[in-house]
Nanobody, 126 residues
Framework: QVQLVESGGGLVQPGGSLRLSCATS????????IGWFRQAPGKEREGVSC???????YYEDSVKGRFTIARDNGKNTAYLQMNSLLPEDTAVYYC????????????????????WGQGTQVTVSS
């Protein structure tokens, strides 16, 4: 059974950092593209970052230079390091996996992904 479980969310002040983890099971992570997405209240789910099974990385423009995605295939875990957090980063963050897609506009699109975690809340507020 495919499972993705996010952790690491929480409440942080503006300028702070959080590291999200996505523990996967039921499939071989190295064969899948991994994406991080977020959804704020009243907004559509949007792609934040992704790393292809070949290791190619993409970031949404608003997080470039602040967020870093990584994957550890041996641990079946993906990560999203988030620095210099802003109030507008507040959202539920999801990790997802797919074997489809190969270019950035596919890999940052939620519809490309087949398997999803339950999400973890990130709140940036003073």
């Amino acid at each position: 059974q495919v499972q993705l479980v996010e952790s690491g969310g929480g409440l942080v002040q503006p300028g702070g950092s959080l590291r999200l983890s996505c523990a996967t099971s039921g499939f071989t992570l190295e064969h899948y593209n991994i994406g991080w997405f977020r959804q704020a209240p009243g907004k559509e789910r949007e792609g934040v970052s992704c790393v292809s099974r070949g290791g190619v990385i993409y970031y949404e423009d608003s997080v470039k230079g602040r967020f870093t995605i990584a994957r550890d295939n041996g641990k079946n875990t993906a990560y999203l390091q988030m620095n210099s957090l802003l109030p507008e980063d507040t959202a539920v963050y999801y990790c997802a996996a797919t074997q489809r897609g190969s270019v950035w506009f596919q890999l940052l699109r939620p519809a490309t992904y087949d398997y999803w975690g339950q999400g973890t809340q990130v709140t940036v507020s003073s």
